[in-house]
Every structure is written in structure tokens, then in C-alpha cells.
């Protein structure tokens, strides 16, 4: 562990959660279903909060500070340095904005999602120039397209799956497969364990009453999980067939 990147990545990480009440303002409000065309065209939900309302919540801003901060930090110390984090480290704000917005509203906005995706079109290869590994950029189009098709299915076979979903997977994707198969595979497979296990509780609490529950949290944990653990495990399972 190098303290000077765990300390530079949590404080990027800081920064950056200090924004997401701004980025949930900016949030345009979805458009009704009956406008053809709209990427987030939804059916007209009387109980949908605000994001200008989700945006004022007492206390956001300093919750997603050290949501940033813990994240990563705990990113930087399982990497170390490396020149993924030029990419992995911007998500982590990204991330806790969309972590956030779904658990309230079930909605993960293509608004937020689509820039994200620009960015990544820029930083990942700079990060595999920089890296001399072109094979890392390979693997991130794969990631893309493993972790964008398996969501893509499950969306046309899942009613409880939202397109949203969909679409993050495709950036978790692109950043795990650049990282590696292993933290792909953990990554992809961390957040169904955790969406199956979170599941249990929601429906307990009466939090939900369906198999529609915000999936977009537990889908980014587990690829924190992957970065954390990915490589690690699939150390281990190549040491075991060896």
C-alpha cells in the first residue's frame, strides 16, 4: 500500500463527492413515455422526487464526500499507482451520484451515464498509451461488450431489470476489463451476490414489494469489489488448476 496514492486518491475522491449535489441538480427530469424517440422516456410517476429536491437533502454533500474519500481510497490502496486511475478514480463521484439517484427514484439517468461514457472514450486510451499496453485497451472493448450483451439479455428476459442498468454496465465493464479478466468476472458476479443478497432486506423492510428494486448501487459495489479483490481471486484460481 503507498500512502501517498490512498491519501490522493481519497482526496480526489473527497472533492469529487462534494459535486454530486450539483451534477443531481443538473439532472433533467425525465421525459414522459408518450415522447418518441427520448432515451429516458419513463411512464409518468406522480411519486418520483425531484432531483432539485434529492439535490437539497440536509447533509448530501458532506455524505458524498466521504462516500468519494472511503471509495477511493480503498481503490488507491488495492492498485496502487497505476495509470487506470487517470479513469477509475473520476467514476468514483460518478458512481456514488448514480448510487444515490437510484435508490431514491429507481432511475439510473442517461444523462449522467452518456458523458461518462465520453469520458472514458478519451481516458482509457490515454491511461493504455501511457501504460505501453495495448492489450489492456482490448480487454476494456471486451469488457464492454461481455458485461453490456449479459445485461442487454437480462434486460429482455428480467422484468425487474431496468435498461438503466443496461447502460452502466457497459462503463463498469469498460473499467473492470481494462483492469483485468479477474476484476471483470468479480466485478459482473459481485453485484448479482450483493443485488441477490440486498434483495432479502428490501423486501423484508417493505422497501419493495417487487422484484423492481435499485440495482444500480449493488452493481457498483461489486465492481469495487473486483478492483479490490479481482485479481487476487484470479490468482488463486489459476494457482488451484496449475
Known sequence: ????????????????????????????????????????????????????DLAAAPG???????????????????????????????????GVALAYV?????????????????????LVPVAALLDGDPGAL????LGWLVAGGMFWLLWRLTPGLGYGDVRLSGVLGIALGYLGWGEL??????GFLLGSLGWVPLRLLRI?????????????????AGIVWGADVAAYLAGRQG
Open 208 to 224: 419493495t414489494t417487487d422484484r423492481n428494486f435499485p440495482f444500480g448501487p449493488f452493481m457498483l459495489l461489486g465492481a469495487v
Open 60 to 94: 448530501l454533500g458532506w455524505k458524498a464526500a466521504l462516500a468519494g474519500a472511503l471509495t477511493a481510497g480503498v481503490i488507491g490502496a488495492a492498485t496502487g499507482w497505476a495509470w487506470a486511475l487517470l479513469f477509475v478514480v473520476p467514476l468514483v463521484p460518478v
Open 185 to 190: 468476472l468479480l466485478g459482473l458476479y459481485g
Open 1 to 52: 500500500m503507498d500512502p501517498v496514492v490512498i491519501a490522493s486518491c481519497a482526496a480526489l475522491g473527497a472533492a469529487g463527492g462534494l459535486l454530486v449535489p450539483t451534477l443531481v441538480r443538473r439532472i433533467p427530469e425525465p421525459v414522459p413515455a408518450a415522447v418518441p424517440g427520448e432515451a429516458d422516456a419513463v411512464a409518468p410517476d406522480p411519486e418520483k422526487i425531484p432531483y432539485a
Open 102 to 122: 437510484d435508490h431514491r427514484t429507481r432511475l439510473l439517468p442517461t444523462k449522467v451515464i452518456a458523458p461518462t461514457y465520453v469520458g472514458l472514450l478519451v
Open 138 to 141: 482490448v480487454r476494456a472493448g
